[in-house]
């Protein structure tokens, strides 16, 4: 990418990058400081795509391009929904990418997408000092033409505002406009304090850093240099990755893990399935409980052992039996992952949903589709870089989708219709709904917190008396989120007519 001072027009460059830093930062400012975050989220992130393509229309010449941008507006449309997190998180992403696409690096390595990812947080600050030091080079020797070029517009400024103070005596509107201006002009540095000049200049930061974004990169090497191997002194055994790839080492490897996979596999089949009574002290909330995020663990442990044992150039005849082993390895990794599957079922079941266990099960659904794509990728012998690509793409798919998707809401409707205040039938290990829990949530819980309130019986005043309380400070919040049109979300939008009723 040519540098500023570098460029065919430098000096336009310069003023759209300034204007457009300006003005994304005085809307930053309008939008979010001081204010509940709602329909502003993706109010803001609509004109940042506007300015990235049209700093970088390279971007919608190709089909990554086109497809982020696409992306991007579906985003839009969730924030516009509701701003979270995930939508928020996934947006700085999706805005990366289509600058880099529009400088026409584009990437099929989601590696090389991480990394840049990660130097833009930790290098984007420095990016308006290398920026200054830039412009200032470029700017000696041009001092006295843009000198002229000011002192050009400086008399059309003075006859135009000339002509604005008679139409302000002429005419009543503008003469009140002008007071208004200049009424905000002299109140305007009561509003100026120390976390709002920060805010401005961390907002100017992101906002130049993303549309001047360059990769601080070592040089590329060439690839037709080719370097001499160093030839193995007697001094230097093997390395532990060289021992890796070993058959015999792999063979045993596999062997004492398919033993103990297989261990805890008949565990599971005969406490979870079979009924068996578990030993005293331990009840069935407990074994689900302790196991269902251990197992996750281990899986992409076992995961990542294959894919270090088997990776590219690893394969040939000696590995006959260490695929044999791995098959079963991996199939064993599957079951495991069903296992702690049931195990977070039957936890959810005698205690509630919360949202790390519904992260939990999409984190499950993932992994099982990756060991499936390692099975097929030792099967068909590709590489770990098909691999990644192939993972990559269905994470990114689900966690996409992950954003229309209201899990408050339907969190909230199931804990109501499995609780023991709505079913006593003397069920010791179903759970009790946890109001508190309901409330943090926000206001997407109060569907289902007034269908709980018009099921349970007013004999039972306490429980009445929490739900009562609960949902009169949700639509208390929920009317002052509305109250600042910034806060108005269409998720909350459509629940404030039963709070007008």
Known sequence: MRHLGQSVAPTRTVIFLLLATLG?????????????????????????????????????????????????????????????????????????????????????????????????????????????????????????????????????????????????????????????????????????????????????????????????????????????PRKQTAAHGPTLADAMVRPDFIVRCLVLFNFAFAVETVLDLIYLTGGADLPDGMTYKTYARRGAYPLVVTALLAGAFVLICFRSGAAGPAMKNARRLVYLFLIQNVMLLFSAAWRLYLYIDVSMITRLRVATIIWMAILTFAFVTVFIRIITERDNAWLARVNALFAAVVIYACCFVNFDAMITDFNVRHCKNLHDDGDSERFKIDIGYARHLGPESLPGLRWLREQVRDEDEFLTGRLDSAIQHLEIDLVAQHADWRGWTWRTARLMPAVTE
């Open 24 to 228: 994304l930062v005085a809307l930053a400012d309008f939008f979010f400081y001081d204010h509940l975050i709602g329909i502003t989220a993706g109010l803001y992130t609509a004109a940042l795509l506007v300015i990235v393509l049209a700093r970088y229309p390279a971007a919608l010449k190709s089909v990554p391009g086109v497809i982020t941008t696409l992306a991007l507006i579906g985003l839009i449309g969730a924030m516009i929904d509701w701003p979270g997190w995930l939508e928020i998180i996934l947006t700085a992403c999706a805005l990366l990418m289509l600058v880099r696409i529009g400088q026409r690096r584009w990437q099929t390595d989601p590696f090389v997408w991480f990394g840049h990812w990660l130097r833009f947080i930790f290098t984007a600050w420095a990016t308006p000092f290398h920026d200054y030091i830039i412009l200032r080079r470029a700017a000696r020797g041009s001092g006295l033409r843009t000198g002229r070029r000011a002192a050009g517009w400086g008399v059309p400024v003075l006859l135009t505002a000339v002509f604005v103070g008679l139409f302000a005596a002429a005419n009543p509107i503008i003469e009140k406009w002008l007071n208004r201006f200049f009424d905000w002009v002299q109140t305007w540095p009561d509003h100026i304090n120390v976390w709002r000049v920060v805010f401005w200049l961390i907002s100017a930061i992101i906002v130049w850093a993303l549309l001047r974004w360059r990769s601080f990169q070592k040089q590329r090497v060439n690839p037709n240099h080719r370097v001499p």
